[in-house]
């Protein structure tokens, strides 16, 4: 009898579930109570782990790399303790779609043994665990990006990243869950379920690297790879408090990695690095750059990573609001406090209006829609599986041609010319600006990608980061009486809640021009020193 696509499903997570290792599951008189909200204390709170497993996934990158290099640290270790850290966050979140823990276990070990004869590391990566988004190839595995139809259809082939980073001697343990084709602010999909935000589960960890975030941020990753065609980086940092870097496509290797619109490349998906701090997104540009992935890619670019000097007063544009959402209190909050830093610390900020950014959101939009749907609906298709509720607009799409195609595609060449005559007149070394309207929000209630979607239009390169300001009940109260820019901003406001979002981080983003990225890195650090926040 032919399974229904809720029995594939069913049947995909007991699978997942059953690659846990039984010594991994959490003792029923250990497990947080549902009640419980914040459970990355959980780790060195519960005594589940032991010291040394609770030592090797709170190391740095650098420290990781010192210890296992010099032989004080075994790989095999360090991969076992992230994986059950990693294990662990799954229970608690629902972050992972795939595991490769016997996988990771064994070349670790083969890692180990070749130092011990060679005294040599492999490569710079030399046994660092780094985590996936579900989209990255690797032979035998899933890619599923939330399709019940893709369930149980392994990959032949790795992705270009995935060859690139064993090479270097990484240690690929985890792949991490999406929403349905990756093209929702939220992880969640009709396969695997929810992920939700291990600082407080019920709010959303973003989408559509929102696996990702959840498991840095609770300590099960100290460095993973995301992608973003609309803020899907930058929405999930931003939602968890940590860094990511967007770069300008063809800077990162692209290559063999799955899509739910594949083709369509009006506006191109990137992907980049997740991590805890600018060190260790920088970290990971820098080696994959000297990887010479052009090599290996014919997208990606041949411009090594180069050294850059972007003094000590920036002149930063402004965005306070995008036209279209105002953010709410805590951002807004953060923003300010953020340019009042600035100014103190000497920088020149002006206020940058959103001129085109309502235009290239809608670009985005038709962009994603163009094909009527037809390439998400034929993934469906064969399991019958329906459209999820957040992808209403999929479902209703209807097809635009060719022509209309082509026409849309010259206006945002247009656009694009017309936003970079404007920058350069003014001047400006980079824009701050929210990366979303949220601290974070609760499940079903994300809205509105525009302050990360018109830097995927324009191509810029960019930086999601925490600001240092949390949410507080108390200086972030819901206001009321001012006119709403946009029904969805009407719907922000009217949905924000002071006391669920308590305690949250803010994050803000600084964007630079197109392939930019050593200069968007060192500006965040400058910015952090200005702000006397973490790097």
């Not at 250990?30 to 419980?36: A, D, V, Y």
């Not at 595991?99 to 070749?114: G, Y």
């Not at 893709?150 to 001697?169: E, F, I, M």
């Amino acid at each position: 009898m032919t399974r229904n696509w809720q029995d594939i499903a069913k049947a995909k997570q007991a699978a997942l579930f059953k690659s846990i290792p039984k010594e991994w599951l959490i003792p029923a008189d250990l497990m947080p109570s549902e009640s419980q909200l914040d459970v990355t204390g959980f780790p060195k709170e519960s005594g589940f782990f032991t010291g040394n497993e609770l030592k090797y996934t709170s190391a740095t990158i650098p420290e990781l790399l010192q210890k296992i290099h010099s032989g004080q640290w075994k790989a095999a270790d360090v991969a076992q303790a992230f994986s059950k850290r990693a294990a662990v966050c799954h229970q608690l979140t629902n972050c992972l779609s795939e595991t490769l823990f016997p996988e990771a276990l064994k070349r670790a070990n083969f890692l180990d043994e070749h130092l011990a004869k060679t005294g040599k590391p492999v490569g710079p990566l030399h046994g660092l665990p780094i985590s996936l988004k579900d989209n990255f190839n690797i032979i035998g595995k899933d890619s599923t990006i939330g399709f019940v139809a893709w369930v149980d259809q392994p990959a032949t082939y790795n992705t270009v990243l995935v060859d690139l980073l064993t090479k270097a001697g990484a240690v690929l343990y985890v792949k991490t869950n999406v929403p349905t084709a990756m093209m929702i602010a939220e992880s969640v999909n009709n396969t695997f379920g929810r992920t939700v935000n291990p600082l407080n589960r019920r709010l959303t960890s973003g989408g559509s690297s929102g696996g990702e975030s959840a498991l840095i941020s609770f300590g099960g990753s100290v460095l993973g790879v995301g992608t973003d065609i609309g803020g899907s980086l930058r929405i999930p940092a931003a939602c968890t408090g940590i860094f990511t870097l967007r770069p300008s496509f063809g800077r990162f290797p692209t290559a063999l990695a799955k899509s739910g619109l594949a083709g369509q490349e009006a506006v191109n998906s990137v992907n980049g690095p997740m991590a805890r701090s600018l060190d260790d997104i920088e970290f990971f540009a820098k080696n994959v750059v000297g990887a010479e992935p052009w090599m290996l890619d014919p997208k990606c670019l041949p411009i090594p990573w180069r050294p850059v000097d972007v003094g000590k007063k920036l002149r930063l544009g402004v965005i306070w609001n995008d036209g279209m959402v105002v953010p709410t209190p805590p951002v807004r909050r953060a923003l300010k406090h953020a340019v009042e830093k600035l100014q103190q610390a000497g920088h020149e900020i002006v206020d940058w209006e959103p001129e085109l950014h309502q235009e290239a959101v809608d670009l985005l939009g038709e962009f994603f829609l163009a094909d009527g749907a037809k390439s998400v609906r034929d993934i469906l298709a064969p399991v019958d599986e329906p459209f999820r509720e957040e992808m209403q607009a999929y479902s209703e799409a209807q097809e635009i041609g060719v022509h209309a195609m082509w026409q849309l595609q010259a206006q945002r060449s247009k656009l694009c010319k017309d936003y970079l005559d404007r920058w350069t007149k003014a001047g400006l070394d980079g824009i701050l600006c929210p990366t979303t309207p949220f601290a974070s929000v609760e499940h079903g209630k994300f809205k509105h990608v525009g302050y990360t979607g018109v830097f995927n239009i324009l191509d810029y390169s960019a930086v999601s980061f925490p600001s240092g300001v949390a949410a507080d009940r108390q200086l972030d109260k819901a206001e009321s009486g001012t006119k709403p820019l946009s029904q969805d901003d009407a719907q922000i406001q009217a949905e924000y809640n002071a006391e669920a979002v308590h305690g949250m981080p803010v994050s803000l983003q600084l964007v630079a021009n197109r392939l930019e990225e050593e200069k968007v890195v060192a500006m965040t650090r400058v910015v952090l020193e200005g702000l006397g926040a973490a790097v």
